[in-house]
C-alpha cells in the first residue's frame, strides 16, 4: 500500500511503528610516536566532549520536533563520552508532506517536524592499533522514534556535525500499527534506500553500498570518502615532512584501514 500525505489512513488508536536510525562514523588519524597519539585523542575529547555531543543531540531533537525530557551525560576516563536523550513529541496536527517523501531531513534552522516519544543517544570510543601507528576515533549514534517521523530526518544535520571518513547507516521500521478496520500497517512510508535522505552533495563524496532487506524493512547503507589526501590524515604535520618511502607505507596503512572498516573485515591478516 502506497501512503502519502495526500493518501491519509485512519488509525485505530495511536501510531506505534517504532523507527530507529543508528549513525556510525569513523574518522582516522596516523600518529606516529606516542606523544602523536596522546595529542590526537586529546584533541577527540575536546572537540567531542559530552558538552558537544549534548549541543548535536539538541539540534537533533529541535530539528525532529522533540521536547527533551531528560539528559544524561557522562565524559569517560581516559577517553570517550556518552549522552542519552529521553524526548516525547507535540501533537500533530498539519504534518508537512516531506516527512512521507525520500529526501534529506531540513537543518536546525528549518524546523517543522514532531515525532513520538523516543530516545536519541550517542557514544563516542576512540582507540589506537598497538604498534602500527594507527588512531581511530567512532561514534554510535541511535535515533529512535515512535509514530509517523522518520529519524531519517535527523541524518542530513548528523553527517554535517562529525568529520566522517567512514559512515554505516542501518534504518529499521519494527512493530506494527492498524487502521481503523484492524488491518495491519508494518511500515508507513515508501523508502527504497538511505541515500535518498542523503544530500546529493554528500553523496558525491562518498563511495556507496546498500545493503537492504526490503520484505523486513531493513536498510543498511555503508560509505567510504572517494577523495584521499594524506595531510587530511596526519597529526601536527603535512607530509612534505616525509620522505617517499614513509609517504607511501602511511598511505597504505591509511587506506587498508579504511578498507577493512569499509567492508567490515581484516584483510590484512
Known amino acids: 500500500m502506497k501512503l502519502t500525505h495526500e493518501r491519509a489512513i485512519e488509525l485505530h488508536g495511536f501510531n506505534n511503528l517504532t523507527k530507529t536510525l543508528s549513525f556510525n562514523m569513523y574518522d582516522i588519524c596516523y600518529t606516529r610516536t606516542r606523544e602523536e597519539r596522546e595529542a590526537y585523542l586529546k584533541y577527540i575529547d575536546e572537540q567531542y566532549s559530552a558538552q558537544r555531543l549534548t549541543g548535536i543531540l539538541q539540534d537533533v531533537a529541535d530539528i525532529i520536533g522533540a521536547h527533551v525530557l531528560n539528559i544524561a551525560s557522562q565524559d569517560f576516563e581516559p577517553a570517550g563520552a556518552s549522552v542519552t536523550f529521553l524526548v516525547s513529541e507535540a501533537p500533530i496536527d498539519n ?9 534529506p531531513g531540513p537543518l536546525v534552522e528549518s524546523v517543522v517536524l514532531q515525532l513520538d516519544k523516543s ?10 592499533h598497538p604498534d602500527e601507528g594507527i588512531s581511530t576515533f567512532r561514534a ?62 554528500i553523496i558525491e563524496l562518498f563511495d556507496m553500498i546498500d545493503v537492504n532487506v526490503y520484505q523486513e524493512h531493513i536498510f543498511h547503507t555503508k560509505c567510504k570518502l572517494k577523495e584521499f589526501d594524506l595531510n587530511n590524515y596526519l597529526f601536527g604535520y603535512k607530509k612534505d615532512k616525509l620522505t617517499p618511502d614513509e609517504i607511501n607505507e602511511i598511505t597504505e596503512r591509511i587506506k587498508l584501514e579504511m578498507d577493512e572498516i569499509f567492508y567490515g573485515k581484516n584483510i590484512s591478516w
Open 95 to 103: 504534518p508537512a508532506s516531506e516527512i512521507f517523501e525520500e529526501s
Open 119 to 128: 530516545h536519541v543517544t550517542v557514544h563516542t570510543y576512540p582507540e589506537y
Open 140 to 201: 554510535d549514534i541511535d535515533v529512535s522514534t515512535c509514530g509517523e517521523i522518520s529519524p531519517l530526518k535527523a541524518l542530513n544535520h548528523l553527517i554535517r556535525s562529525f568529520e566522517t571518513d567512514v559512515m554505516t547507516i542501518d534504518y529499521r521500521v519494527r512493530g506494527f500499527t492498524r487502521d481503523k478496520d484492524g488491518y495491519k500497517l508494518f511500515i508507513d512510508h515508501e523508502i527504497s534506500s538511505i541515500q535518498n535522505y542523503i544530500p546529493d552533495d
